[in-house]
Each structure stands twice: as C-alpha cells, then as structure tokens.
C-alpha cells in the first residue's frame, strides 16, 4: 500500500464538496474525479456542472462524467487502469456495480449524513429533522449491494439546533463527515480499523422526497408541521391550498389558539391557522401560487382572508 493512498472519487451535490477538498489538502492522491453529467437548469435550460466538478477543475483534477456506470465498458477500462486503493463515494447519485465494489482493495467507502442504521436512503437530513430528531451525525462505511446496508467503519454525533433547516445542517455535516472521511482512510491504511456489521433490527429508512411530501397536514400538530417544513427546504417545502391555489409556506412558528384544523384566524398583522391536538402555527411568511414571497401582513392587506376560512381546498 502506497504511503499516499490512490483514490477516485464518486460525488456530485455540494455536501460532497468538503470531502473532495479535504482529502486532497490531506495529501490524498485522487486519480479522477467522477460526477454527475452536465444538466440543464433555469429558464434558459442552460447546462450547468455540479457543484463537484466545479470544485475538482478549480482544484486542477481529472474529471469523468459518464452517463452510466453499471455496463460501461470504457468507464471501467479507465478505473480498472487506475488500480485506486479505494473508491470514496459522497453524494454519487448512481448505484455502485458489483464489477466497482470488487475493484480496489479497501472498498468502496461511503460518507452517510446519518447515525447509521438510522436514516437510511436518499434523504436522511430531511427526514431526520421532519421527524424531530435533536441529534444526528455522519457514518463512513464500506459500500455492499444493499441500500446503505454496509459495514460501519467510523460515526460522528451532531446537534440538530431548533432552528436548523436541511440547509443549514447540510454544510454542517459536511464539515464534520470530510474529518471523519480523512480520520477513515488513515486508520484503514494503519490497518487499525476493524468494520462492524449494522442491526438491521434498528433501521430506519429516509426516502427519497417527492413533491407530496411537502403538502401540509394540519391534522398533525403544530410541532410535527414546523419540524416538516425545517426539513424539507429548499425541496419541497410546506404548501396548503388557498382559494384552489397553491400557497407556500416558507416561515412559521407556534402559537397558542386551538380551532378546527386548518382554519384560519387572523388577529391585526397575525395570521394563525389550528392545527391538530389543540395546537397552532402562525404563518410568517408566504407565498401564493404565482406571486413572490410576502409576509402574514402583506398576505392580509392583499387578499383579505375570511375568519374560519380552511386552508387546504
């Protein structure tokens, strides 16, 4: 084993950004860089490179960007070529194949944005803070054919503050998970590493999001709605219906009147609308289907919400 260990990289979204540049600021020799293809974005649909590429040509490193990685004779051909030590995988987007996993002899190594077992899958900041967790924290593991099933190798706890979003406990998790990635592969070099298999009887699973995730329910709690729209920002949000419009919910906070669910009470500048359990939320911040962002006293003045009129229809 070299005394700089060879290694490919495999990311794409700005999470793994931290990683990518800690690893080389640590005298890692990363080999290619691989990431996601150029998509189109905006209006324009203009092609846009991920926030990894970015990182990895501002850093002088090879870059590859195939379409596909499961039967790619050329892409295997390049890494097959290379002989990397390991393979770190931080945000891909694509499955590993089994020609991949078995290629370097320390593994595929993943950095995951939970306490594994819990959270597994694509969204486990989200879900976590949907949920109500107060503490979570970042997982390296050796990558199998399962769903974030493999091997724990090192695990780091975080806070999840009150007031934390998934983007605001993004860049923290990263900062924390490029540490541990380092910590990782110098104690699997030393040889000083010994992987523990996960309890599967503990897992949790964190699911890629869709856009029906973010539709409020104000049958749940005041509680469980503020932890939802923490969580899923930037995407999807929290929405109701307004007048058979969407209406976005972008700040909120609890209150302490209790109606039916979902209906609407306003009081001077304040809009509050009841929730289950004898909660409520006041909307600070809102934005009608098609309009830009207002707060509860633009929403007011401009289109006159009835008292007791039901959002969600």
Same mark, same amino acid.
């Given at each position: ?44 649909? @203009? ?94 593991? +050796? ?8 091997? $724990? ?22 900062? $924390? ?11 699997? %070099? ?11 009887? %503990? ?20 509680? @469980? $709605? ?39 009470? $306003? ?24 309009? +830009?962002?207002?707060?509860?006293? %633009? ?15």
């Amino acid at each position: 084993m070299p005394s700089s260990l060879n290694l490919v990289f495999c990311g794409t979204p700005p999470f793994a950004v931290p990683t990518l540049a800690k690893l080389v600021s640590a005298g890692f020799n990363l080999q290619l860089v691989v990431t996601q293809p150029d998509r189109p974005k905006g209006r324009g649909l @203009e092609l846009v490179a991920s926030a990894v590429k970015r990182c990895a040509l501002a850093l002088g490193l090879p870059v590859a960007q195939p379409e596909g990685i499961k039967i790619n004779d050329d892409f295997r051909a390049q890494l097959t070529g290379l002989k990397p030590d390991a393979i770190m995988v931080v945000g891909y987007g694509r499955i590993i194949p089994p020609w991949m996993l078995d290629l370097p002899p320390l593994g595929n190594l993943n950095l995951h944005a939970s306490l594994l077992p819990n959270y597994r899958g694509a969204a486990p900041m989200q879900w976590a803070i949907a949920r109500g967790e107060t503490v979570t924290g970042v997982t390296t593991m +050796k990558i199998d054919a399962g769903l974030d099933t493999g091997d $724990i190798l090192l695990q780091r706890e975080a806070l999840i503050a009150p007031d934390d979003t998934a983007e605001t406990l993004a860049p923290k998790l990263a900062t $924390i998970g490029a540490d541990l990635t380092v910590e990782t592969l110098r104690q699997l %070099q030393a040889g000083n590493l010994r992987p523990r298999p996960q309890d599967d009887a %503990q897992a949790t699973l964190a699911p890629i999001l869709k856009k029906k995730d973010g539709l409020i329910d104000f049958s749940r709690s005041a509680g @469980e $709605i503020l932890n939802r729209l923490r969580g899923f920002q930037p995407w999807p949000g929290a929405y109701t219906k307004f007048r058979g419009k969407n209406l976005q919910v972008w700040k909120a906070s609890t209150a302490g009147r209790r109606w039916q669910p979902g209906e609407l009470h $306003i009081e001077g500048e304040h809009l509050v609308v009841s929730c289950g359990q004898a909660t409520a939320v006041e909307l600070l911040e809102v934005q009608i289907e098609g309009k +830009k962002r207002m707060s509860a006293a %633009q929403f007011i003045r401009g289109y006159r919400p009835r008292p007791g009129e039901v959002l969600g229809s």
